[in-house]
């Protein structure tokens, strides 16, 4: 069964079209171009399900969402631990802060599962779970749900359950 963070914080009603900003933060092996094709695909499933829809702003000023890699301690008290671990965090709404942790050998084309690094994590699937929680849903009990907050290495996992569904359509 999906949840939502204490008290259901939700984007408001006026607001169904969410700009997000990627960052240019701590240098990340993926290019400019590939990180606005991962994110558009994450940012898509749940836009599929929804009324939302969120396009990418061209800077954060104009941004709802911001996303970007950082490195260790990154001044928000939850500082980042190197390859795995915590390996993003993204805040309730309506923060709209997205970090990834820059030291993961993160995969943002091709199959994770050959990725050459034993540690490699597919960002999409980081991404689309992030998302939910920037839209409001905290985790689920459901071991095939997005938002079941267990993911293992070099596994792609980022189709919404119908769990993840049922959760978001009853926020918006
Ligand atoms: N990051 C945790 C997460 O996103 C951070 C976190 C812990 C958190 N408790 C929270 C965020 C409560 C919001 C609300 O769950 S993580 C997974 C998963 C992480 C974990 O790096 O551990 C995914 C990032 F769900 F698989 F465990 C992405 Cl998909
Ligand atoms: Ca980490
Ligand atoms: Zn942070
Ligand atoms: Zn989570």
Do not use: C
């Not at 030291?103 to 939910?132: C, F, K, N, Q």
């Amino acid at each position: 069964l999906y949840s939502y963070f204490p008290g259901g914080p939700r984007w408001p009603r006026s607001k169904r079209s969410l700009r997000y900003a990627i960052a240019q933060t701590a240098a990340t092996p993926i290019d400019r171009a590939t990180l606005s094709r991962v994110f558009a695909r994450a940012f898509a499933r749940w836009s599929a399900a929804t009324t939302l829809n969120f396009t990418e702003a061209a800077s954060e000023e104009d941004a709802d969402i911001t996303i970007g890699f950082y490195a260790g301690d990154h001044g928000d008290g939850e500082a980042f631990d190197g390859p795995l671990g915590t390996l993003a965090h993204a805040f309730s709404p309506t923060d709209g802060r997205f970090h990834l942790d820059a030291a993961e050998a993160w995969v943002a084309a091709g199959d994770v599962s050959r990725a050459s690094s034993p540690v490699a994590v597919d960002l999409e699937s980081v991404a689309v779970h992030e998302i939910g929680h920037l839209l409001g849903l905290g985790h689920s009990s459901e071991p095939g749900a997005i938002m079941y907050p267990t993911i293992t290495s070099r596994t792609r996992k980022v189709d919404l359950a119908s769990d993840d569904v049922v959760g978001i359509q009853s926020l918006y």
